[in-house]
C-alpha cells in the first residue's frame, strides 16, 4: 500500500520525500513545504544582511573611549601605587643607614666629650690617650667597611600580572 502524504488531514498519495526533513509529502504540499523553506531562507538571509549593515557601521568610539580613561586612570593609580612603595623602601633604606651609623656617631660624641674633659682639665695620661686611638682605629675599621662592603639591596624587576586587566 502506498505511503501517505504525511500532512494531517491530507488523503493524497505521497509523491515526494524532501531531502531536508525527510517526510514524505504530495505534491501539493512539498510544493507548500518548498516555498516555506525558501521564505524562511529568504527571511534569515534578509536578517543576517540587516546583522552585518549593523556591524558595518558600528559605533565603538564610546567603548574605546571608555576603556582607555579606565586604562589611563590605572595607570595612573599604579604610578601612584609605584611611588608609595619608592618611598616607603626609601625610608626603610634611611633607617638601615641611621642604624648602621647611628652606633658609630654616638661612639664619636662620647670620645670627643672625653677628650674635651681631658683638655679643659690638663688631664689625660696615656693610657688614656691610647684607649682613645685605640676607639678611633675601630671607628676607622668600621667607616672603611661600611664604605667598602655594598649595602645588602635586591632589587627584583616589577612584573606585571597579565591578569590584572582581563578584556571579557
Not at 32 to 54: A, F, G, P, W, Y
Not at 69 to 77: F, G, L, S, V
Not at 84 to 107: L, M, P, T, W
Request: proline fraction near 2%.
Amino acid at each position: 500500500m502506498p505511503e501517505l502524504c504525511v500532512i494531517d488531514q491530507c488523503r493524497r498519495t505521497s509523491r515526494a520525500v524532501c531531502k531536508c526533513c525527510h517526510q514524505d509529502l504530495c505534491l501539493e504540499h512539498f510544493w507548500q513545504h518548498n516555498d516555506s523553506i525558501r521564505c524562511q531562507l529568504n527571511t534569515l538571509k534578509k536578517e543576517l544582511n540587516d546583522v552585518e549593515s549593523r556591524f558595518k557601521f558600528l559605533d565603538t568610539g564610546k567603548s574605546v573611549t571608555t576603556f582607555r580613561r579606565q586604562m589611563k586612570q590605572w595607570r595612573i593609580d599604579s604610578y601612584t601605587t609605584v611611588d608609595h612603595f619608592y618611598d616607603r623602601k626609601c625610608q626603610e633604606f634611611n633607617r638601615y643607614i641611621q642604624a648602621k651609623v647611628g652606633d658609630s656617631n654616638n661612639d664619636i660624641d662620647r670620645l670627643q666629650r672625653r677628650i674635651n674633659d681631658f683638655i679643659d682639665i690638663e688631664y689625660g695620661g696615656q693610657r688614656d690617650i691610647d684607649f682613645i686611638k685605640s676607639n678611633i682605629n675601630a671607628l676607622n675599621g668600621k667607616a672603611a667597611k661600611l664604605e667598602q662592603t655594598p649595602f645588602p639591596i635586591t632589587i627584583s624587576p616589577l612584573k606585571i600580572d597579565e591578569n590584572l586587566i582581563q578584556i571579557n
